[in-house]
């Protein structure tokens, strides 16, 4: 009896997989011992089955993150896993749509911006309670901002408030209660894009009394207004989160919320396919198509606002000519690496702005289809020196970079294709960064999310302004584009979103024909789900929508 | 006594020698730790922020008298990425690679050491050859494919054992969930060790065995059984030295075996920090793992010591 209890409590990991087919499988193992064992055994586990179906009646989901969390307080983050979770706990000053990045009604239902452009009038939802019951109100929002902004605020020490320095402190001079539930904002210079900075996962709302009692230990203690409520960290094991039952956007169907951080891909798949995990994210490229055909799986594809590209020196001699930056261009077979590499997990770029980005990106761009003669006759025109080497620098691995290696190896064969000979350099990540912002390089490729703030020109402005070299911004290529630049100093003062949009695109349609980069890909994430996991939604910015999901026992 | 007294007075300085290499080491490295976190959202006024926050602005060598002057008073600081004191994290994560480790020595020595015995009782018999050729080819294999391989065969096709972590994703977190959790990385960790200690078990006993004193002992007719354990008692001494050595290599060994099999140790946190060039938490770890090493080696030359009183009066 000993020895038959021993595999029902390792495999306790989950409910699901009932005793009874634990019991099947362990006998199966031993097929010599004849039917009479194999029976005795699945009778067991049958019974195993019952008692734990009746322990398990709780709806619980387990994920299997590609890391672990990180923080747990929202100004405080600097990475996606850490987010994923916190956005169920904690909901964004402005809240953007399920689909995109539109601003929908959420803790705030109403904003107004006064004709000058320098003062918003935001009207707080009313009866919204924070985990810890106390009410959200516009004194508990004042509060959230000046604990990041003001030096003199008395809990401005409880965390580092890098993203302030950059999103809040530069634009805005002061929050005013205005009463219970109307909030003020008043800005130092206007700034068309000032809701996309609150809808920032930075600006998600943290309980002011929960701050107020556990000061720097918040993180630990982590109390906001979300879907589902913190319950217990054990570090590096699982994070647990359980349904908010009284969430103002209506009571998760989920009753528990389970987070693991599994740093290996393989280890992921394993974990979904042994159901350690009811759900995951980037598996193996190569296990994709072996789980779309499983029937206990759904495999989604999700497309993404990053963009995976190689900058040029334009600083160096004939790459500051841009019919050598078009000629590579068209000399790299896009396709061919989404389509062998990346094995679906990308579609190829054709600009920097992703189709995820919906009404912003251009369907009429061409972008640059494979085309090496096409390449070859360009580069003769340029009179392409042939004993010309390119330094091409790629980093090991990274922030958001898909097989960087492999993607390099494939840029440079096609690049010697058309007669562009390159060298290639890897680096680890930290050292790749400071040798990009060194400019030591020719070609340096790189990954960004450009929807990391919901408008792509915010992210965009760092990388392609020419006033952004670093140690200010990200342009280290040198790009220099005045029409770009007229484009990104307007566009904050530009107020109507239409026009907006316009921009993007002529942003789209210059960057076209005076290319800054080779366009490589866009990402696109496979989100790998048990049959029975329904209703969940993924948003472009690759954090989850648990609040509606929902798990069939 | 006094031997021992001098070696235990050693540990400080061995300690501070080792930090100061991983300092020197981590900032030689070319990489800055405010880059790799806030990566392409960085402006310049959050850089020069952080860098404040964490004193990575100033001259390295005060930054490391900083770090050794909170060091002695037990404080070893704040992790840049983590934002939580690295003592904690590290002891936390240092409890999960002990279990993990002392998990593989405890199959290395027992496996070794009884596989090396048997080996040399039944010398030159198939079982010998056998066991020694198993020895070289588990060795050989590397411990990431090792560990995927165990991964999907005893976990998803015979749904044996758990695949990854150290306790269930839900349910109590009792000594059977673990030992259940650790037994695939435990082997795979343990797998090379095994045949160290084995191969060098069944060669030191064999040594021991054509010495004058088994001679005589066969001469008065003692029971090959008891030959070969009289010969073990004196061949255990290298070996003991060996196992010795292999902690450290299983300290280190479980750094790769932690990722394969997302257990949740001191090896993961390291490749993490390193990576995010976090030093703070970087000179914790490898501070805690250097200690560990040295205190384990104390321990195998003061049981060898014991065993044989020769050894130390050098």
Request: aromatic content about 10%; overall charge positive.
């Amino acid at each position: 009896m000993a020895r038959r209890e021993t595999p029902m409590s390792w495999s306790d990991h989950r409910p699901p997989l009932d005793g009874g087919e634990i019991m099947m499988r362990w006998a199966s193992a031993w097929p010599g011992k004849g039917r009479a064992v194999r029976c005795a055994l699945t009778i067991v586990g049958l019974l195993f089955g019952i008692l734990a179906s009746e322990a398990s009646a709780a709806k619980r989901l387990v994920v299997a993150l590609p890391a672990e969390v990180v923080i747990l307080d929202p100004p405080q983050y600097s990475d996606l896993n850490s987010e994923r979770v916190m956005s169920q706990i904690f909901d964004p000053f402005i809240q953007v749509a399920e689909d995109g990045f539109r601003k929908v009604p959420g803790l705030v239902e109403r904003s107004e911006v006064s004709s000058d452009g320098l003062t918003y009038t935001f009207r707080l939802r009313r009866g919204v309670k924070f985990h810890d019951g106390s009410p959200w109100t516009a004194e508990a929002a004042k509060f959230n901002f000046d604990r990041q902004m003001d030096k003199n605020h008395p809990y401005f020490g409880t965390g580092t408030w890098t993203r302030a320095a950059s999103y809040l402190v530069p634009f805005i001079d002061r929050f005013e209660v205005v009463d219970e539930l109307t909030l003020r904002m008043v800005l130092k210079v206007r700034n068309a894009l000032m809701l996309d900075y609150l809808s920032h996962g930075m600006a998600r709302m943290a309980s002011m009394e929960a701050i107020k009692k556990w000061g720097k230990d918040f993180p630990a203690h982590p109390v906001g207004t979300g879907p589902f409520r913190f319950v217990s960290w054990e570090k590096g094991v699982r994070l647990v989160l359980e349904k908010n039952p009284q969430y103002w956007g209506g009571a998760p169907k989920l009753d528990e919320l389970v987070f693991l951080g599994i740093s290996e891909a393989s280890a992921r798949f394993v974990a979904v396919k042994t159901g350690t995990a009811d759900m995951t994210i980037d598996v193996p490229v190569d296990e994709l198509a072996g789980l779309q055909r499983d029937p206990q799986f759904r495999v989604d594809m999700i497309p993404s606002t990053q963009v995976l590209f190689v900058v040029f020196n334009t600083k160096t001699k004939p790459l500051d000519d841009v019919r050598v930056r078009r000629a590579l261009n068209l000399a790299v077979d896009k396709d061919t690496i989404v389509n062998e590499i990346l094995k679906g997990t990308g579609v190829s770029a054709r600009g920097p702005i992703s189709p995820a980005f919906g009404d912003l990106f251009d369907r009429n761009l061409p972008g640059f289809p494979y085309a090496p003669d096409k390449a070859k006759q360009l580069l003769r025109e340029a009179g392409w020196p042939a004993d010309r080497t390119l330094t091409f620098n790629v980093p090991e691995s990274g922030s958001g970079m898909q097989a960087p290696q492999a993607i390099g190896t494939m840029i440079q064969a096609n690049l010697q294709a058309v007669g562009v000979r390159t060298t290639m350099r890897t680096f680890e990540w930290g050292a790749y960064l400071t040798k990009f912002r060194a400019g030591e390089y020719d070609l340096g490729m790189l990954s960004w999310n450009l929807g990391v703030v919901g408008d792509p020109i915010i992210m965009l402005s760092g990388l392609l302004h020419s006033g952004s070299p670093p140690p200010k911004g990200w342009n280290s290529g040198g790009y220099v584009k005045p029409e770009i630049d007229g484009i990104l100093d307007g566009y904050r003062n530009e107020f109507v979103p239409a026009r907006r949009s316009d921009l993007v695109r002529q942003v789209q349609r210059l960057t076209q024909d005076d290319p800054p980069w080779i366009y490589v890909d866009h990402q696109i994430l496979p989100v790998v789900t048990s049959r029975k996991v329904k209703n969940l939604r993924v948003h472009p910015s690759l954090l989850f929508l648990f609040a509606g999901a929902d798990i069939e026992g | 006594v006094a031997y021992f007294t001098r070696r235990l007075a050693m540990l400080p300085v061995v300690l501070v020698g080792v930090a100061l290499v991983v300092f020197m080491v981590m900032h030689l490295v070319p990489g800055d730790p405010v880059l790799v976190m806030l990566g392409p959202e960085a402006t310049q006024e959050s850089i020069d922020a952080l860098r404040r926050e964490f004193r990575l602005d100033e001259p390295v060598w005060l930054q490391f008298g900083a770090w050794l002057g909170r060091g002695l008073r037990g404080d070893l600081g704040y992790s840049i990425r983590l934002k939580r004191p690295v003592l904690d994290e590290v002891l936390q994560k240092f409890r999960a690679t002990a279990i993990l480790a002392g998990g593989a020595l405890s199959l290395a020595v027992g496996l070794g050491v009884g596989l090396g015995l048997l080996a040399a009782f039944f010398r030159q018999s198939i079982f010998d050859r056998f066991t020694m050729l198993g020895v070289i080819v588990s060795s050989s294999l590397p411990m990431f494919w090792v560990g995927i391989l165990l991964m999907v065969l005893v976990s998803m096709r015979l749904g044996l054992l758990p695949a990854m972590g150290m306790y269930s994703a839900a349910g109590s977190r009792d000594w059977r969930d673990l030992a259940a959790h650790l037994v695939l990385p435990a082997v795979t960790l343990a797998l090379p060790s095994v045949a160290v200690v084995a191969r060098l078990t069944r060669a030191s006993v064999l040594e021991m065995l054509s010495e004058d004193y088994i001679r005589t002992a066969r001469a008065k007719g003692v029971t090959e059984v008891r030959i070969v354990w009289h010969a073990f008692r004196n061949a255990i001494i290298p070996v003991l030295t060996v196992i010795g050595v292999q902690t450290g290599y299983l300290l280190g060994g479980a750094i790769l075996t932690e990722t394969v099999f997302a257990w949740p140790g001191l090896g993961t946190l390291i490749v993490r920090g390193v990576l995010a060039r976090d030093f703070p938490l970087v000179q914790g770890c490898v501070l805690v793992v250097a200690m560990t090493f040295v205190l384990v080696n104390l321990a195998v030359d003061m049981l060898n010591g014991w065993l044989d009183p020769r050894l130390s009066q050098g």
